[in-house]
């Protein structure tokens, strides 16, 4: 099975800016989360999505967005760019929590979109 | 106030030398994993871990998760370069609407050849 694809690797913009950032999960994955790595803060949670529908937020503003399509194919957004949205944003794709006895959430990584500020 | 601890932040040792990363919470996780990230590249899960105390060994890899499952260590054996990177732990917490997981912030390993 082919991984999960972000596009594009590499993106700089100025302030002020948005940007739309795009991911492709691995085949059959019908749930998509976005993460923002910075070195001070580590991996934070952005948002998450199955089935089209956002079942999960992180404490970001409102200027990060994101949508999910029929196909599980996800974009992510942010308008107004400040430069500490400089980071690189990390989609992962999972089949979902899987409940049993214990609540079980792999989350397969793709290679990240290194996003520059200037 | 960070959820996962992960210690120590920084770790540089001498190929063959043996190591232990820590991770640790006040909270009690449902299942705990643990991710490799090299530079430029998104986390590679390595293992779940879902019993307490539960032990999983991968090649020289030793994961153990803590008996009260709030914390989780991963022992390296004869660490080599190709282990150089950013491990990570990440845990589930139970609970409705658990669609997230909890990261630690790390710990960077550099395995001197």
């Not at chain 1, 989360?33 to 999960?56: A, C, K």
């Not at chain 1, 980071?87 to 409940?99: I, K, Q, T, V």
């Amino acid at each position: 099975k082919a991984g999960v694809t972000q596009t594009p690797r590499y993106l700089i913009k100025t302030r002020g800016q948005q940007v739309t950032l795009s991911c492709s999960p691995i085949s059959g994955h019908r749930s998509v989360s976005w993460y923002q790595q910075t070195p001070g803060q580590g991996l934070q949670f952005l948002f998450e999505y199955f089935s089209e529908t956002q079942r999960n937020k992180g404490n970001f503003p409102g200027r990060f967005s994101g949508r999910q399509f029929s196909n599980s194919r996800s974009e992510m957004n942010v308008s107004t760019l400040e430069l500490g949205d400089s980071a690189l944003y990390l989609c992962a794709s999972s089949l979902g929590p899987r409940s049993g006895q214990h609540l079980i959430y792999e989350q397969y990584f793709g290679p990240g979109t290194r996003l520059t500020v200037t | 106030t960070q959820l996962l601890e992960q210690s120590p932040q920084f770790l540089s040792i001498q190929e063959g030398e043996n190591l232990t990363v820590y991770c640790n919470s006040s909270s009690v996780f449902s299942s705990l994993q643990w991710y490799r990230q090299e530079p430029g590249e998104g986390p590679v899960l390595l293992v779940t871990v879902v019993t307490g105390g539960e032990v999983k060994k991968l090649k020289r890899l030793t994961f153990q998760f803590g008996d009260a499952r709030k914390d989780s260590s991963l022992h390296i054996t004869a660490a080599q370069p190709g282990d150089t990177g950013l491990y990570l732990c990440a845990g589930a917490l139970s609970g409705a609407g658990s669609y997230q997981l909890t990261f630690g912030k790390g710990t960077k390993l550099s395995v001197i050849p």
